[in-house]
């Protein structure tokens, strides 16, 4: 059974760096079928994909171009895990921040999620 | 970019009843769409992917169908722990993106 278990701080400070870490336990971070993303939630924007890593032989990201040239994700195969790093945080960063993975299906739909960590950008 | 809009954005029905929820695509393009059901306080959960198919544990009431466009979200009879926020999703090939409509929320009527 998929298990996504994110940890992280719930409060940054503007123009600082949001880093979240999602640690997946019946899947490898490594798989060369699945996906791993991140999304975010907030009530002005809704859901928002945010961006993706995936190895298939080589290791692929893709990013949001909301915030394409603020984000890194980056996997980690010797904990099973994957993290975000969002830099120049601003309040309109404030959102709940989901690890999800993409499936095997057609489509890749975002079959398991994490648990969601509400993050606040303030001072 | 392609844009996700869900009607209604809320919906007031009983239990027992049929409820249908809409999602039309901005463009039409060759793509996935996927339907999540989302709960106070929960992250949201797969329900249907690639348009019609239910996803592992899904009871049959809920079905999806549509392409290109216009996509529809059926549940027959609804039951007390249907009523959440219901969102479509779709998935770009190029370029990788996911894009997710605005919701639809299912209240007791």
């Known amino acids: 059974q998929v298990q996504l278990q994110q940890s992280g701080p719930g409060l940054v400070k503007p123009s600082q760096t949001l880093s979240l870490t999602c640690a997946i336990s019946?899947?490898?971070?490594?798989?060369?079928?699945?996906?791993w993303n991140w999304v975010r939630q907030s009530p002005s924007r809704g859901l928002e994909w945010l961006g993706r890593?995936?190895?298939?032989?080589?290791?692929?990201?893709d990013y949001a171009e909301s915030v394409k040239s603020r984000m890194t994700i980056n996997p980690d195969t010797s904990k099973n895990q994957f993290s975000l790093q969002l830099n120049s945080v601003t309040p309109e960063d404030t959102a709940i921040y989901y690890c999800?993975?993409?499936?095997?299906?057609?489509?890749?739909?975002?079959?398991?999620w994490g648990q969601g960590t509400l993050v606040t950008v303030s001072s | 970019e392609i844009v996700l809009t869900q009607s209604p954005a809320t919906l007031s029905l009983s239990p027992g009843e049929r409820a249908t929820l809409s999602c039309r695509a901005s463009?039409?393009?060759?793509?996935?769409f996927a339907w999540y059901q989302q709960k106070p306080g929960q992250p949201p959960r797969l329900l249907i992917y690639?348009?019609?198919n239910r996803a592992t544990g899904i009871p049959a009431r809920f079905s999806g169908s549509g392409s290109g466009t216009d996509l529809t979200l059926t549940i027959s009879s609804l039951e007390p722990e249907d009523f959440a926020v219901y969102y479509c999703?779709?998935?770009?090939?190029?370029?990788?993106?996911?894009?997710f409509g605005q919701g639809t929320k299912l209240e007791i009527k």
């Open positions: 999703q779709q998935r770009s090939n190029w370029p990788p993106r996911y894009t």
């Open positions: 890593t995936y190895y298939r032989s080589t290791w692929y990201n």
């Open positions: 019946g899947d490898s971070v490594s798989s060369n079928t699945t996906a």
């Open positions: 999800t993975r993409g499936g095997s299906l057609p489509g890749t739909p975002l079959d398991h």
């Open positions: 463009q039409g393009v060759s793509s996935y």
């Open positions: 690639d348009a019609s």
